[in-house]
C-alpha cells in the first residue's frame, strides 16, 4: 500500500481531538512513505490531514469536482489536483488511485463513500482493504448498528468481517497492510 484514500469531514467536528487524529493518521503515513488521496478540499479534516502531508513533503493527490472548485474550497497545494464535473466521477476516481481506504469522522460525505468501497469489495469490483478511524469512540454507534443489520440478516457477516476497525492510526495501517482479499462465492444468510 503506497496510495490511501482518505475520506473524512470537511468540517473539523466539535471536539479538537478529531483534528489532532488527522495530524496522528497523516504522521503515521509519512512515517510509512504513503501518499494521500482525498476529495482536495482545504477544509475541515480534509485540510488537517492535507497540510499535515505537504508539510513533510509527501505526495497529495486531491480530486474534486467543478463545483467545488467553484466556491473555493479546493486546496491549490495538492502535488496534483484533479478536477472531475461530479461526485460520481470524483468517488470512481478515489476508488481506483487508492490502494487502501480510511474513513475517518465525518458527515454523509464520508459515509456514502464508506458505504460505497463496501459495496464495491463485496461485489469483487474492487478488493481493497477498507478502514474505520474510530476516534473518540465516533463509529460506535455505526458499528453497533451494521451487527444489528447482520442479526437482522441484512447484511452478511462475511462482510462486515472485511471491514478493518481501530482507534490508533499505528494498528489501523499495520492491519490493513496484512489484508488478504476475500472473494466470498455466497452472500446467503446461514
Known amino acids: 500500500m503506497k496510495k490511501i484514500t482518505v475520506y473524512c469531514g470537511s468540517n473539523k467536528g466539535k471536539n479538537p481531538i478529531y483534528a489532532s487524529a488527522a495530524q496522528d493518521l497523516a504522521t503515521e503515513m509519512i512515517r510509512r512513505d504513503m501518499a494521500l488521496v482525498y476529495g482536495a478540499g482545504n477544509v475541515g479534516l480534509m485540510g488537517v490531514i492535507a497540510d499535515s502531508m505537504l508539510s513533510a513533503g509527501k505526495e497529495v493527490y486531491g480530486i474534486i ?4 472548485v467553484d466556491i473555493e474550497v479546493a486546496h491549490q497545494g495538492c502535488t496534483e489536483l484533479t478536477v472531475v464535473e461530479t461526485m460520481r466521477d470524483r468517488k470512481w476516481l ?6 487502501g481506504f ?20 463485496q461485489l469483487g469490483y474492487i478488493q481493497k482493504p477498507l478502514a474505520l478511524y474510530n476516534v473518540n469512540g465516533y463509529y460506535d454507534k455505526l458499528i453497533d ?3 444489528h443489520s447482520a442479526e437482522q440478516g441484512f447484511l452478511h ?3 462486515l468481517n472485511l471491514l478493518i476497525i481501530a482507534s490508533d492510526p499505528i494498528v489501523l495501517l499495520d492491519k490493513m497492510s496484512v489484508f488478504k482479499p476475500k472473494h466470498i462465492d455466497k452472500w446467503e444468510v446461514k
Open 65 to 68: 469536482p467543478q463545483k467545488l
Open 94 to 99: 478515489m476508488a481506483e488511485r487508492g490502494d
Open 102 to 121: 480510511i474513513a475517518m469522522p465525518g458527515g454523509i460525505g464520508t459515509f456514502e463513500e464508506l458505504f460505497e468501497i463496501m459495496t464495491l469489495n
Open 145 to 147: 448498528f451494521l451487527q
Open 157 to 159: 457477516q462475511a462482510q
